[in-house]
């Protein structure tokens, strides 16, 4: 008898892996692209009030 091991678990932990880099991608470029945007609206609200 040949003995198949389960590996669906493997996979699972797999994607959840993924998805959790994939958070932690997203959340640095939010959180980079939010102090940017911060600045840039700053700079237009003191441009309108001169």
Do not use: D, H
């Amino acid at each position: 008898m040949v003995y198949l091991p389960r590996e669906e678990g493997q996979g699972l932990v797999e994607y959840g892996l993924v998805l959790v880099l994939l958070a932690i991608v997203v959340v640095v470029i939010l959180a980079t692209l939010g102090t940017k945007i911060t600045e840039m609206y700053s700079r237009l609200t003191e441009a309108f009030n001169r």
